[in-house]
């Protein structure tokens, strides 16, 4: 958008039209202007999919595998061909806006976020998201890097103070940030947190290093509900306030400006990045413009590959093959993997996780998938039917999952008779004012006529096992559960808390136990009155008995014996890794560890599938044949899997973050702030930097994965000087297994003996290549002026400390045979 052009437009709004635009009009859209031809912005929630504005399961999405899955990919390319997945689905919906990539760190494996960031490395965080975002804006839907900065945690987020030295914002946790706007990122978001005490939306960082060093020409939005203040927030280079209509700007504002309290400048420079943002994404006289400067660099001309539709063959394989390429093989001895179909008559599957995957993390993020393909449903759709395969799901370990929404394998809706839930919405008098089927009864966000005073979800109850069942109910406000006109639940409960992934998203759940007869049909009602402050959100959830331990543990031992190999699905529970809180621990049940120790003691071919976002502590990892991670893996998990152990595609990922052998190993253990204060005191060494400093091992190094094939690290060459100032540094490998492989070749730099503090190593660049059996490959790693450079505060630059560095070269951060000199 030309500059005349948009000063023309602003001109032809006065103080209070200006104002009005700079807050969302509603949750998800900015207001429209008639008088320039300026349309709603629509935003939605990602990285995992674009689930569109409002939360509506008979609206499903396409679900990409986690933020921590595409860091596991080392792989630009398709991440970029997943991001303009994303812008897809995002046109589909009619979102202008996809609220990712999170390019926060992953500080500490405590993070309930953790899934949602891509790595512990500031340059392999920051390659990822630009190619994200490159995607995305591919398809002239804007992405919106978030959250700007120093949001590392979930515990108190809303109002931590993260205290940090200059050099370790600069050094970790800016560096994504810059990578996204150098990609030419629209929107970057900031934070709730405060950073050396002041809250984000009012920060100076806005303005430096991002608007004014980096040149960022897009719109600064905030947060949902994180713009607190009319004058602090407005004077700073904050330039949108979601959601509204209410917020602290409005008339507010006006009168600050008029008062001379905020410039007006101020507000008109807010309004020209609205409206170059609104020219980007079409809501500008109803098409996209050209731009005038380099924000458009995000926006790729030319023709734009169609993936199809929303369930098309194309996305699914997309999806499918990236889910297969991000599993990380942690552990394969002799005999392991990959399984040999031809060779197997009768596989075991065990382990609830085979039927209940948990395919994606917990918070604004979660869409409502196309349909999910389990780890069970895919073995067997890839297997022979001459194979039987058996599953017994084993039992239910300490802090397993809460009851999951009652859904269509056990309810049925009482107006209809099909699976499903049904919704109705009532006045204060009872009368329905509203009624529609629903999939399931999570219903975060329904529609409210007029005159709505209570959400009733009602369904006719199936149970296939007489015993004991939970059923539950979350929600806030005036609250109750009946059972066949039995009261169940009944009470006020008001919400501890105003964070919006809890209020919203995720709230928690009362449940209570009552005795049901299998083949008896039952009818379950749940009404929540609406008030203000306790959102609308309203889930009803079941769970039939858990089978009993002993019989349950015998029944996986007989399967496991019988088969010729046994593949064991294990992992976080759906009330584990979610926005809004942080773990507490990294361990499993105990009892767990045993169980699987005796599995593979009774078949020596156990392949233990671990289903997580974030790392646990696997104690128990030296006694399978193998251990595969396949991360959150989104709607296709169970076809990429069976692909995988059948040896169909290689499991190619690469740990993005090191995995400890346990918690108190870890170089970071704390995210909760000590009287709202949380100090980074390990300064730069997070991740495979604080493990080196530590000089202890962990139990997986950052880069680790398998694969199907063996790599020897032959040569390291002489670095190359670029035009740029960086270097080009080949590195040879040769493939010394028996199948193709794909390798990924890290380079660090150490600098011995350096004037200033430094980590011991730290990631330089990176390349990945392929090769036959027997064959060589060269990688050329291109290493950036930056990896040489450091900040200093006393000259406020990046500063070259002359001498010598050493280049190294390997697989992982712990395993890097290769060296050579490079003198700056």
């Known amino acids: 958008m030309r500059g005349s052009d948009a000063e023309r437009l602003i001109d032809g709004l006065d103080l209070r039209q ?62 970029r061909r997943l991001g303009g997945l994303l812008g897809d689905e995002a046109r589909r919906k009619g979102v202008h806006v996809v609220l990712a990539p999170n390019l926060n760190l992953h500080r500490s494996p405590l993070s309930g976020r953790h899934f949602e960031c891509f790595s512990e490395d500031p340059l392999l965080t920051g390659r990822t998201g630009a190619a994200l975002i490159s995607g995305i804006q591919s398809r002239g839907v804007a992405a919106a890097a978030k959250h700007y900065v120093a949001n590392d945690s979930e515990t108190e987020r809303l109002t931590l103070d993260a205290r940090l030295g200059e050099r370790v914002l600069r050094e970790l946790y800016l560096p994504p940030f810059e990578a996204a706007v150098r990609a030419g990122v629209w929107l970057v978001m900031s934070a709730y947190n405060k950073v050396n005490g002041t809250t984000m939306s009012e920060s100076s960082l806005l303005t430096e290093p991002l608007k004014g060093e980096w040149g960022f020409d897009g719109v600064v939005v905030s947060d949902w509900g994180a713009v607190r203040s009319t004058v602090p927030a407005a004077a700073s280079a ?29 507000v008109a420079d807010k309004v020209r990045r609205l409206l170059r943002l609104a020219a980007r994404v079409g809501t500008l006289n109803g ?26 063959g194309p996305r699914r394989r997309l999806l499918r093959e990236s889910a297969a390429a991000s599993f990380v093989l942690l552990e394969n001895r002799a005999g392991g993997l990959p399984l040999e179909a031809p060779a197997l008559d009768r596989l075991a599957v065990i382990g609830v996780h085979a039927t209940e995957p948990r395919v994606q993390g917990g918070g604004s993020s979660e869409v409502f998938p196309l349909g999910v393909v389990t780890p069970l449903a895919g073995l067997r759709a890839a297997l022979p039917d001459r194979v039987r395969v058996v599953y017994e799901p084993g039992p239910r370990w300490a802090g397993a999952a809460e009851p ?38 999570r219903v975060l966000e329904p529609g409210l006529p007029p005159g709505a005073a209570t959400i009733e979800l009602e369904a006719v109850l199936h149970p296939d096992v007489t015993g ?55 009818r379950v009602v749940a009404r929540r009155a609406l008030a203000s402050g306790t959102g609308r959100a309203t889930v009803l959830t079941a769970a039939p008995p858990d089978p009993e331990p002993g019989r349950a543990r015998a029944a996986a031992l007989a399967a496991a014996r019988a088969a010729d190999a046994v593949v064991v699905c294990v ?53 399978p044949a193998a251990v595969l991670l396949t991360w959150f893996p989104g709607q296709e998990g169970g076809a990429a899997l069976a692909d995988v152990l059948l040896g169909r595609a290689e499991p190619g990922g690469r740990l993005p973050t090191s995995w400890p052998d346990a918690l108190a190993d870890a170089p970071v253990r704390t995210t909760g702030p000590t009287r709202g204060v949380l100090p980074y005191e390990e300064g730069l060494h997070i991740g495979y930097r604080g493990w080196l ?11 680790h994965g398998l694969g199907y094939t063996t790599w020897e690290f032959e040569r390291i060459g002489t670095p190359v000087p670029l035009p740029d100032g960086g270097y080009e540094v080949p590195v040879e490998v040769r493939n010394t297994g028996s199948r193709p492989g794909r390798e990924v070749v890290q380079v660090h730099l150490a600098r011995p003996g350096s004037t200033v503090e430094r980590p011991v190593r730290w990631l330089a660049g990176w390349a990945a290549v392929r090769a036959a059996s027997g064959d060589r490959a060269t990688a050329r790693v ?7 450079q450091h900040w200093s505060p006393p000259a406020g630059d990046w500063v070259t400390e002359p001498g010598r560095f050493t280049l190294l070269a390997g697989p992982t951060a712990g395993n890097l045979p290769l060296r050579a000199a490079l003198d700056a």
């Open 18 to 79: 200006r104002i009005r635009l700079l807050t969302g009009s509603d949750t998800w859209r900015t207001p429209p202007e008639p008088a320039v031809g300026l349309g709603a912005i629509v935003f939605s929630d990602g990285p995992a999919g674009v689930r569109g504005p409002g939360w509506d399961e008979n609206h499903p999405s396409a679900l990409l595998p986690c933020a921590s899955a595409l860091g596991a990919l080392w792989d630009e390319e398709r991440v």
């Open 238 to 266: 904050q330039d949108l306030a979601m959601p509204g209509p209410a917020g602290p700007w409005g008339e507010a504002l006006a009168v600050a400006v008029e008062d001379g309290r905020v410039p007006a400048e101020a």
């Open 287 to 312: 098409r996209r413009q050209p731009d005038d400067g380099g924000g458009g660099r995000g926006a790729r001309s030319g023709p734009r590959p169609d993936l199809g539709g929303p369930g098309s």
């Open 404 to 441: 999951a929404p009652l859904g269509a394998r056990y309810a049925r809706d009482p107006d209809t008779g099909l699976p499903g839930v049904r919704l109705r919405v009532l006045d204060a008098a009872g009368a329905v004012l509203r009624s529609q089927a629903q999939p399931s009864g």
């Open 468 to 522: 004991p069942w939970t059923l539950g109910l979350g929600g806030f406000g005036q609250m109750s559960l009946d059972v066949d006109e039995v009261t169940l639940l009944k009470g006020e409960f008001p919400p501890g808390t105003d964070d919006p992934a809890v209020v919203h998203v995720r709230p928690p759940q009362r449940t209570a136990r009552i005795t049901l007869e299998a083949g008896r049909p039952v």
């Open 571 to 623: 992992g976080s529970d759906e009330g584990g890794e979610s926005e809004g809180r942080d773990r507490d621990t990294l361990e499993t049940d105990p009892l767990q560890g045993q169980f699987l120790r005796e599995i593979a003691r009774a078949n020596p071919r156990t392949i233990v599938v671990v289903n997580c976002g974030a790392p646990v502590v696997l104690p128990w990892r030296k006694d």
């Open 693 to 703: 400093r530590s000089g202890r091992e962990p139990a997986y190094w950052f880069g």
């Open 782 to 788: 291109r290493i950036p002026v930056r990896a040489l």
